[in-house]
Nanobody, 126 residues
């Protein structure tokens, strides 16, 4: 199983970035996928998750600014990040786990995920 994240970079506050995560070795369409982030000196925190049905759930800190989506044909999950803020600076990780329910799966803690990508750095300057 491999999750390969990319798309990070340096952006000015107010700008946008789109992260991608390509999965291999799993039956992607049957997985809940999530994005987490970890800033220096802080714990890994939940950002967003998307169920195999397409239902989504967001952390309050990113709601209205970030959008998670998936393309099952490409085994890829995306995180569109708009109106970026300096406090969004972190290493962003994608994660996956087999679905546990039919319609939604609010998996918001790292321990709930089985597989992880290597992380991609997002830096937002003011």
């Amino acid at each position: 199983v491999q999750l390969q994240a990319c798309g990070g970079g340096l952006m000015l506050a107010g700008g946008s970035l789109r992260l991608s995560c390509v999965a291999s070795g799993i039956f992607f369409s049957s997985y809940t996928m999530g994005w987490f982030r970890q800033a220096p000196g802080k714990e890994r925190e939940f950002v967003a998750t998307i169920h195999s049905s397409g239902n989504t759930y967001y952390a309050d800190s990113v709601k209205g600014r970030f959008t998670i989506s998936r393309d099952n044909a490409k085994n890829t999950v995306y995180l569109q990040m708009d109106n970026l803020k300096p406090e969004d600076t972190a290493v962003y990780f994608c994660a996956g786990r087999p679905v546990r329910s039919v319609y939604s799966d609010h998996a918001t803690t790292p321990a709930q995920y089985n597989y992880w990508g290597q992380g991609t750095l997002v830096t937002v300057s003011s």
